[in-house]
């Protein structure tokens, strides 16, 4: 029965897949209907209907409470990993109801479940070399909840193979993006801000993509203690305040910014500890203004890395596109600054290409799972640091 149902999944010519994402920001899950015929280098795809699933409250502070080393309980993860695939199927459910379809006309679900912690450099345990990361959510329960086959664990195959496990955004990117005459950075500013650097006329071979360091996580942490709001709506917040060379010097000088590629980062450098250090080592300052500072450290941190990793790529080439997605293109001061930095380089939201800012990560988890039961890889191991392509996720059906 299940050995036919996957087999039809995979022989069908055309498949509707739904992504599900909540990033490191846990602000809601992004729920997406998305439209497939083939796989690999000729898939087509169209977004059809999408849906913001929001938490109950308290949900975001407790899922945060458990990524902080120390700060879970084995009882409270293995709850929260059910909860959270609860949630996942409830807007797979929501998405299906605001699509006005049945769930059963849905073949497939790609979920990336929810990031608690991400340790992406090698270490030695009892021997053996691992890189872990964890994101809750079990695929197996989504797929029973829902009786949709569910793919999830997407970045587990890419690390037992060496790689980072992340970002896997690029493999989307090359497929949405790709321009025979432009040089495009596509920037995604989530909780981490990633960028992907695509050159006309790319292979995935010519992919540079890698986390650059916080997105809104410095600007929510400190939101959230000095104000108990989420985030800076609009940037209103950063616009009243000053800039603070010494601050702004001191967060430049974050060892991340200089560690060499392949790199991904998460909540272990750039949350509650790094705000706690923050406030020790810089005392007395305006709330607006340490607000402000971060804002800037976040879009010139984006520039910096942009300079050390990516200009020299371009090999004298001009980068004709910066495409911003995920929320934190809606803080306008962060994205001021950014024009400011990228100044020649025209600003684009990913909308104005046709992929909607807030649906594109959902999207690229459709289009993921869409590309396991198709067999196809999508790590990029240039990107990833992986030692080969290989096929991502399990498949819970
Ligand atoms: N109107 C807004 N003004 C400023 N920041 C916003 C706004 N809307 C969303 N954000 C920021 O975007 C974040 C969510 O972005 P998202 O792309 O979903 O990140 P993640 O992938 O980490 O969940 C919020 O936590 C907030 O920091
Ligand atoms: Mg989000």
Redesign the pocket.
């Known amino acids: 029965m299940v050995k036919t149902r996957l087999e039809s999944i995979i022989r069908k010519k055309e498949r509707l897949v739904v992504g599900l ?8 899950i ?1 729920a997406v209907l998305v439209h497939f015929t083939g796989s690999g280098p000729s898939v087509a795809f169209r977004q059809l209907a999408f849906h913001t699933h929001i938490y109950p409250k308290g949900y975001k502070d407790y899922v945060l409470k458990n990524s902080l080393p120390g700060g879970g309980t084995v009882e409270s993860l293995s709850s929260l990993n059910i909860l959270s695939a609860h949630f996942f199927a409830d807007a797979a459910r929501s998405l299906a109801k605001k699509a006005g379809i049945p769930l059963s006309s849905i073949d497939l679900i790609g979920s990336h479940g929810q990031t608690v912690h991400h340790l992406p450099e090698e270490r030695t345990m009892f021997g053996k070399k691992i890189r872990s990361t964890l994101q809750l959510g079990d695929p197996s329960t989504i797929a029973k909840l829902t009786g949709i086959v569910t793919v999830g664990n997407f970045r587990m195959g890419d690390m037992a193979l060496g790689g980072q496990g992340a970002p896997l955004v690029p493999y989307f990117d090359l497929l949405a993006f790709r321009s025979a005459t432009k040089n495009r950075l596509l920037l ?5 801000a990633n960028a992907t650097l695509l050159k006309k006329n790319c292979t995935a071979r010519d992919v540079v993509a890698f986390d650059t360091g916080p ?2 996580m410095l ?2 942490g400190l939101m959230k203690r000095f104000y108990s709001q ?6 209103m917040i950063a616009q009243s305040g000053n800039i603070e060379p010494l601050l702004l010097k001191y967060l430049m000088s974050h060892p991340y910014l200089q560690k060499t590629l392949p790199k991904s980062t998460g909540r272990e450098l750039f949350g509650d500890h790094f705000i706690n250090k923050i406030l020790n080592v810089f005392k007395g300052l305006r709330k607006p203004d340490i607000i402000a500072t971060v804002t800037e450290f976040t879009a010139l941190s984006i520039y910096d890395q942009y300079l050390r990793f990516l200009r020299k790529r371009l090999k004298g080439d001009i980068l004709s596109e910066l495409v911003i997605s ?3 293109s ?2 306008t001061v962060l994205v001021d600054s950014l024009r400011r930095n990228f100044d020649g380089t025209m600003i684009l939201m990913s909308d104005d290409l046709g992929v909607p800012s807030a649906s594109k ?1 959902a999207l690229c988890f459709a289009v993921l799972a869409n590309e396991t039961v198709c067999g196809n890889p999508s790590n990029i191991p240039g990107v990833t640091g992986a030692l080969r392509q290989t096929i991502l996720g399990s498949i819970s059906a």
């Open positions: 994402m909540s990033g490191t920001s846990v602000d809601s992004d995604n500013i989530g909780g981490i997105g809104n600007i929510d989420p985030f800076d709506q609009n940037g995920g929320g934190g809606r803080n990560e």
